[in-house]
Nanobody, 123 residues
Framework: QVQLVESGGGSVQAGGSLRLSCAASGDIYMRDCMGWFRQAPGKEREGVARFVTGSGGTYYADSVKGRFTISRDNTKKTVYLQMNSLKPEDTAMYYC????????????????WGQGTQVTVSS
């Protein structure tokens, strides 16, 4: 069983920053593929950032390139999403996700999901 618990969401003004954390526990290893998705009201869920392979290659959605950074601390089994220069369009529920098969992350269908943390950016 795998558990993912997000934290760090909140409300911020445009141009501000937030750092999301995702603490993993259970039968998962940091070589597994992990990443972040988001879903805004009335919109489809989209992949934001993820590790492409267990070795640390990364993918970012075009909308967040240069502003968001995904990182991880293997000793703490925690993945982070540093979000800078936030925009109102970044407002969404952010979900941490993981799978042992990276292709499932790429297709938006990972096995394990966190409960989500809300990010609200005001103009």
């Amino acid at each position: 069983q795998v558990q993912l618990v997000e934290s760090g969401g909140g409300s911020v003004q445009a141009g501000g920053s937030l750092r999301l954390s995702c603490a993993a526990s259970g039968d998962i290893y940091m070589r597994d593929c992990m990443g972040w998705f988001r879903q805004a009201p009335g919109k489809e869920r989209e992949g934001v950032a993820r590790f492409v392979t267990g070795s640390g290659g990364t993918y970012y959605a075009d909308s967040v390139k240069g502003r968001f950074t995904i990182s991880r601390d293997n000793t703490k089994k925690t993945v982070y999403l540093q979000m800078n220069s936030l925009k109102p369009e970044d407002t969404a529920m952010y979900y941490c996700a993981a799978d042992r098969a990276c292709w499932r992350m790429a297709t938006g269908s990972p096995t394990y999901w966190g409960q989500g943390t809300q990010v609200t950016v005001s103009s």
